[in-house]
Each structure stands twice: as C-alpha cells, then as structure tokens.
C-alpha cells in the first residue's frame, strides 16, 4: 500500500457496502463532519446519518443512517447501517 493511499471498509449488517483503496475519505461526524487523508492520526469516532464520501479514480458515495469508524495506519473501517 502507498503511503498515499487509505484501505476502506464500509460494512453493512447486510454485508461489505464497500471494499477498496481511496486518496480521501468524509465522514458524517456526530460532532462535526470530517476528512481522512493519507496519514491521519488514529480515531475511532460515531458517525450520524449522512453520507460518506470516498474519493478515489471516481468519487462514490455512500448515504448512512449511524455508525462508527476506526482510523489506524491509512486503514479505514466503517461499521453502519443504512439508509
């Protein structure tokens, strides 16, 4: 993996919403909306009902109704439910 790079997990109690590599990801924050960018210092954060954005070759978006995520050496896991 490149150091410009983020691993990311979306995962759904129906399964992986999403599995890949992106050069940013937002989060719907509950306390304020965030960026993850290749790097960024560990979190483990609640997410409120959004939109997750990744952006890699194209940018995909994903709309969530709660959840958490852990940040750790460029790899993003997301646990949500959805919309």
Not at 47 to 76: D, T, W, Y
């Amino acid at each position: 993996m490149s150091e410009k790079t983020l691993t990311i997990q979306i995962l759904t109690p129906e399964g992986a919403l999403f599995e890949g590599t992106a050069q940013a990801v937002f989060l719907p924050g509950v306390v304020s909306p965030f960026e993850v960018l290749p790097g960024h210092a560990p979190i483990i954060s609640a997410l409120e009902a959004g939109e997750i954005r990744v952006v890699a070759e194209e940018e995909q978006r994903f709309p969530i109704r709660s959840g958490v995520v852990k940040v750790r050496n460029n790899e993003i896991i997301v646990c949500a439910e959805t919309v």
